[in-house]
């Protein structure tokens, strides 16, 4: 049974920097591309960021382009979100997604999802 579980979130001040890590489980994702995914109260979820298989191609949103950082672990079936400079606006729930593997990156289209973990910035 495929599994991702996010950790690393919290509350930080404004700012600030956070580290998200999202592990995955029942199979092998090193061929997978991954992607992080937030959604704030009463907004739908929105594209953050993806990185390819090889960790060689990343796509970032331009909200958090600059700020945020994508990478991933193969061999710890592990992605990571480093996030520097935080704003109030990025406080959300955030979601890690794996997609089988596909030519290119996307920004909707994934197969597996975690249940999220929660970011706030406070000012």
């Known amino acids: 049974q495929v599994q991702l579980v996010e950790s690393g979130g919290g509350l930080v001040q404004a700012g600030g920097s956070l580290r998200l890590s999202c592990a995955a489980s029942?199979?092998?994702?090193?061929?997978?591309?991954w992607g992080w995914f937030r959604q704030a109260p009463g907004k739908e979820r929105e594209f953050v960021v993806s990185?390819?298989?090889?960790?060689?191609?990343?796509d970032y949103a331009n909200s958090v382009k600059g700020r945020f950082t994508i990478s991933r672990d193969n061999a710890k079936n592990t992605v990571y979100l480093q996030m520097n400079s935080l704003k109030p606006e990025d406080t959300a729930v955030y979601y890690c997604?794996?997609?089988?593997?596909?030519?290119?990156?996307?920004?909707?289209?994934?197969?597996?999802w975690g249940q999220g973990t929660q970011v706030t910035v406070v000012s």
């Open positions: 997604a794996a997609a089988r593997p596909r030519e290119r990156l996307s920004r909707d289209d994934y197969d597996y």
């Open positions: 029942g199979r092998t994702f090193s061929s997978y591309n």
């Open positions: 990185i390819n298989w090889s960790g060689g191609i990343t």
